[in-house]
């Protein structure tokens, strides 16, 4: 499997309800981010988790860490149908990394 | 907040024909910008680094001389897709971020081009 490799890869869910994606990763990382995309358009960061931290919040978002199982998982609260998106982890799996390695991403939609 | 504009959005064209994209960083400077190809409900695949000022470093299976990278001034690069063919339809996305690029900072990306070459 790739750096940064994303489950589910599709998650259908109702407004209202939450949605929890995971990425798992192969190889000690300085930090994990987490992007969106709509389709057809380019990519938007959502939050920045370093290694040495667990948890993130921002707004409905709450991304956790951890580093011993290689794993992240992005959690979205009271989602919107505006949600629907893509949503690709990244990590920096060079020294000093200058870019980024994707996972497939996870397709969410979520039904009004 | 940093923005990145990439134009055009959309080309088509016949067989054989070169196209430019640019990336352009509107109210920052940017050392580094990224080039990405992107499949339909696929990933991003890194291209290649375009440095300002020297030359781009390509990802392993990039062809330089099918995907020419310019990176004239700190805040525009450019990726040529040579005597393009039907299997270089895609959608190409660029990144960058200000200043002196490192791992702990997010990357801002254009809206991407979709390509398709007929």
């Known amino acids: 499997s790739q750096q940064g490799e994303e489950d589910p890869q599709a998650l259908s869910i109702q407004e209202g309800e939450n949605a929890t994606m995971n990425c798992s990763y192969k190889t000690s990382i300085n930090n994990l981010q987490w992007y969106r995309q709509n389709s057809g358009r380019g990519l938007v960061h959502l939050i920045l988790?370093?290694?040495?931290?667990r948890e993130k919040h921002s707004g409905r978002l709450r991304v956790t860490l951890d580093t011993s199982k290689k794993s992240s998982s992005l959690l979205i609260t009271a989602s919107r149908a505006a949600d629907t998106a893509s949503y690709f982890c990244a990590t920096d799996a060079r020294n000093y990394g200058q870019n980024f390695v994707f996972g497939p991403g996870t397709r969410l939609s979520v039904l009004p | 907040g940093a923005v990145v504009s990439q134009h055009p959005s959309r080309v088509i064209c016949k067989s054989g024909t070169s196209v430019k994209i640019e990336c352009r960083s509107l109210?920052?400077?940017?050392?580094?910008m990224f080039w990405y190809r992107q499949f339909p409900k696929k990933s991003l695949m890194l291209m290649a680094t375009s440095n300002e000022g020297s030359k781009a470093t390509y990802e392993q299976g990039v062809e330089k001389d099918k995907f020419l990278i310019n990176h004239a001034s700190l805040t525009l690069s450019t990726l040529t897709v040579t005597s393009a063919h039907p299997e270089d339809s895609s959608f190409y996305i660029c990144?960058?971020?200000?200043?002196?690029?490192?791992?702990?900072?997010?990357?801002?990306f254009g809206d991407g081009t979709r390509l398709s070459i007929l």
């Open positions: 990144s960058a971020a200000p200043g002196t690029v490192h791992s702990n900072q997010p990357q801002h």
């Open positions: 988790i370093r290694s040495n931290e």
């Open positions: 109210d920052f400077q940017a050392t580094t």
